[in-house]
């Protein structure tokens, strides 16, 4: 989760979580169930034992769902909320205690779905480098995630922050907007304020830190987004778990500072990240690891959903553009559930 960071950074914690997932969760898989999408079926790989326990999670899966949803928040008060978050956090960015911010906020989603059904729709939808779903006792974690926090292959550190965001709309010319993307120095700017920012903690446990492909451009159904490759060579004596605690949070979901950004985080945001912000991926016996970050994700309990999105936040933004990038972020994660809704009618 997002608090992970807490074990090694002392931020404080929200007083209100509209959910409860722990720090982390550690999965040491001894059976695998892989879905295969074309031909729709299931194989599995490892002791037969262990696939006595999956029965009531594949039937589920069977079952007709009505696929009702509704959003339990006030969209008009969400909208006032954040941006006066905007103007708080200028404060801060006016007197120099930070450079930028990043502000989410969290929406609350009553729902007749299968959370299974609801991924299938989303991966559908939006199909993106980083798909998961991983069900826990807490709940369901799901997404479409562009953007990964870490890899590691070889003992080399690989980062590639995403900064950046244009709106894609229906018939909109994609190469003008990737042009007036790239000629946006406010868009510019951030972007090398976090590429620095992601130079750095490569520093702390690399060597020979190095950056390609600069300002390179990525396009998801509804956004588009500038990013960069950040390269390291791991120092002798350190271990994966040290650059895991220096690069995480991203600095794409929290800010730079980072440290002091945490801190305005949660004092400004009304609630408990829960997973968003955090990290989802795979670590391998001979310690390669990939972490996608968790955006474009959902968190699924047995009737309600949670889904954030943010925006960077800098002296120059325009608090309503920003709001509108949020919306755009999560619109993918809506569209799935309406989808869904379309599909039982």
Known sequence: ?????????????????????????????????????????????????????????????????????????????????????????????????????????????????????????????????????????????????????????????????????????????????EKDLLSDEKELSEHKMLVDLARNDASKFGTQTRVENLFSIIKNKFVMHIVSEVYANMKEDASIFDVIEAVFPAGTLSGAPKIRALEITSELEDCDRGIYGGAVGFLNFNEDITLAILIRCAFFTQDKAYLASGAGIVLQSESQKEYAEICAKRKALLVAFENLKKENQ
Do not use: W
Request: hydrophobic share 40%; net charge positive.
């Open 1 to 177: 989760s997002a608090n992970f960071v807490s074990l090694f950074e002392k931020i404080p914690l929200s007083s209100k979580k509209n959910y409860d997932f722990p720090l982390f969760l550690f999965a040491n898989a001894k059976a695998y169930l892989i879905y295969e999408k074309n031909s729709k079926m299931f194989f599995k790989f490892g002791a037969s034992k262990y696939f006595e326990y999956l029965k009531d999670d594949i039937e589920p899966m069977k079952k007709k769902q009505k696929n009702d949803f509704e959003i339990l928040n006030s969209l008009e008060d969400e909208k006032n909320d954040f941006l006066k978050m905007c103007e708080k956090a200028k404060e801060y960015l006016l007197s120099g205690d930070i450079f930028q911010v990043v502000l989410s906020k969290q929406l609350c989603i009553k729902h007749q779905v299968n959370a299974f059904d609801y991924y299938e729709s989303l991966s559908a939808l939006n199909p993106s480098a980083y798909m998961f779903y991983f069900p826990s006792k807490y709940g369901v974690v799901l997404g479409s995630s562009p953007e990964f926090l870490l890899k590691i292959k070889k003992r080399e550190i690989y980062l590639a922050p995403i900064a950046g965001t244009r709106n894609l709309e229906n018939n909109c010319d994609l190469l003008a907007l």
